[in-house]
């Protein structure tokens, strides 16, 4: 069964940091990668997706995430954070032929600062 | 275009009683997925719906059933609820198999069972 780490639970940053949340996932097979996120008070996002191709991919609002296949990894990153950032972001993985529902990890809960 | 509906947002219901979820996806959308979300285990697949078809299932107890109507409408029930049922339900629905992930997500229903 798959299954997907999230490695900060909580993270508290201030405004125009870094940002680096990290996602690791155990699935031996081709995957479909996602980072969701859910603003407060919102429901659930697509914030970006890896099928295939360029291991970078881009999304919105400037975020982008990195998929490392020998690390099983696809972290998520921003440059430079805002306030508006704060809200609750989820990695996801499915197999790549979409048979089975997505697998979520336990989601990282950020707090940027004014 | 209207978002993916879910009704009730809010319910309460007591142990060994039984509950139904609704779910309206997208218009256009044919396929629609549940999940459970919880704060120890964050969310959870519970199954997929394609045609009126289940495709796919998570790892919960029988006592939690879906269904799907030909107009893609779905709901789910689960019955003789237990403390731990106390969730939020989130509704996701997509243009149709295979399930590449990207998901649009209703804002839940939330069910506390006393």
């Known amino acids: 069964a798959q299954s997907v780490s999230q490695h900060n639970h909580h993270v508290i940053l201030s405004e125009a940091a870094s940002l680096e949340l990290g996602c690791n996932y155990s699935?031996?097979?081709?995957?479909?990668l996602f980072w969701y996120v859910q603003y407060p008070g919102q429901h659930l996002q697509l914030l970006l997706k890896?099928?295939?191709?360029?291991?970078l991919v881009k999304g919105i609002k400037g975020f982008e995430a990195e998929f490392i296949k020998s690390k099983f990894s696809f972290n998520l990153r921003k440059p430079s954070v805002q306030w508006s950032d704060t809200a609750e972001y989820f990695c996801?993985?499915?197999?790549?032929?979409?048979?089975?529902?997505?697998?979520f990890g336990k989601g990282t809960h950020l707090i940027i600062q004014p | 275009k209207a978002g993916v509906t879910q009704t009730p947002r809010y319910l309460i219901k007591t142990r060994g009683q039984q509950v139904t979820l609704s779910c309206s996806p997208i218009?256009?959308?044919?396929?629609v997925s549940w999940y459970q979300q919880t704060p120890g285990q964050g969310l959870q697949f519970l199954f997929e719906?394609?045609?009126?078809?289940?495709?796919n299932k998570g790892n919960f107890p029988g006592r939690f059933s879906g269904r799907q109507f030909s107009n893609s409408r779905s709901e789910m029930n689960v019955s003789t609820l237990e403390l731990g049922d106390s969730a939020l339900y989130l509704c996701a629905s997509f243009v149709g198999p295979p399930n590449t992930g990207e998901l649009f997500f209703g804002e839940g229903s939330r069910l506390t069972v006393l």
């Open positions: 218009s256009g959308h044919r396929s």
């Open positions: 890896y099928f295939s191709g360029d291991p």
């Open positions: 699935y031996g097979g081709t995957v479909n």
């Open positions: 719906y394609f045609s009126e078809t289940q495709r």
């Open positions: 996801a993985v499915n197999d790549g032929g979409g048979a089975d529902g997505l697998t």
